[in-house]
């Protein structure tokens, strides 16, 4: 008869998601995963089949937990369009870890460290990218329709500079970039959506 698990799944992937998250997927070894999340190697393939299965299952805890903020952060409520998308961005350069360390973003960690060569992941990244792009494109409709935009503003090519920008942060405030530069470069992107 097997014995019932001894531990609880969900805090062993938001474990897992934070190892990820600080390592990396190829700098994580199964011997790391197992220190860090206290099972025994039995245990960790039993329950979940491989260090890639984990791995996939922690980028979706990520996405679900932190990648969808953006959505509502970027609802601009009362506020004009442009305070809350300047006010998102720089949330995401300055948003401390538990750690105090620069992480950048998961997705865009993992898109950088696994590209296309990974279907799996692909998918995934590219899902958590949609949801950017997706309450991007929203804010920006509606700032134009208040008037707060210029009304003949490309908001297809405005999505896709904000978001190139957005991930050039990530990976940037990862880097440690300056504070200061970073905001220059928020500022620099708002303006080019027009007066």
């Known amino acids: 008869m097997a014995r019932p698990r001894q531990f609880d799944e969900q805090d062993v992937v938001a474990r897992a998601t934070d190892l990820f998250w600080r390592r990396g997927y190829h700098a994580t070894s199964v011997r790391d995963l197992g220190e860090e999340l206290e099972l025994t190697p039995s245990s960790m393939y039993r329950t979940f089949k491989d260090k890639h299965t984990l791995f996939l299952r ?18 601009a ?42 279907p799996e992941v692909s998918r995934r990244t590219e899902a958590a990218f949609e949801v950017t792009r997706a309450a991007l494109r929203s804010l920006l409709h509606e700032g134009r329709d208040r008037g707060e935009l210029p009304a003949t503003l490309d908001v297809d090519a405005a999505v896709e500079l904000l978001f190139t920008t957005v991930l050039g942060l990530r990976v940037r405030e990862r880097a440690g970039h300056d504070l200061d530069r970073l905001t220059t470069t928020v500022d620099t992107a708002l303006r080019a959506l027009g007066a």
């Open 77 to 118: 409520g009362d506020r004009p369009s442009r305070d809350a998308l300047r006010d998102w961005l720089l949330w995401l350069v300055t948003c401390p870890t538990d750690d105090g360390a620069a992480r950048g973003c998961l997705v865009v960690n993992t898109a950088t460290e696994l590209g296309t060569t990974d």
């Open 58 to 75: 922690a980028l979706d805890h990520y996405r679900a937990t932190e990648s969808t903020q953006a959505e509502e952060r970027l609802g």
